[in-house]
């Protein structure tokens, strides 16, 4: 069982920065994948970035150069490190956990986070 409490979603001017935070509480496994979602009104949920327990990272191609994934193992805390933002990026932030333990998998959403680009 884990639970994720994300924040630092808000209202940011174009071109400006922003963090987003997702801490990870529970049973948390050795081997697992993190990431952020978003979801615009009337689009698809896409996916953001992604960071695994080995330290891997994933980028969707409209974020790279800008938007940068951390952790925080002793934390247990993954990071969303948004620069240059644009009105484009607009929407909810979802943090996610996702492992697969004895052949069973599990998938874990915050609540979800509102980033609105906007002057």
């Known amino acids: 069982q884990v639970q994720l409490v994300e924040s630092g979603g808000g209202l940011v001017q174009p071109g400006g920065s922003l963090r987003l935070s997702c801490a990870a509480s529970g049973s948390i496994g050795t081997i697992y994948v993190m990431g952020w979602y978003r979801q615009a009104p009337g689009k698809q949920r896409e996916m953001v970035a992604r960071i695994t327990s080995g330290g891997t990272t994933n980028y969707a191609d409209s974020v790279k150069g800008r938007f940068t994934i951390s952790r925080d193992n002793a934390k247990n805390t993954v990071y969303l490190q948004m620069n240059s933002l644009k009105p484009e990026d607009t929407a909810v932030y979802f943090c996610?956990?996702?492992?697969?333990?004895?052949?069973?998998?599990?998938?874990?959403w915050g609540q979800g986070t509102q980033v609105t680009v906007s002057s």
């Open positions: 996610n956990y996702w492992a697969t333990r004895l052949l069973k998998e599990y998938d874990y």
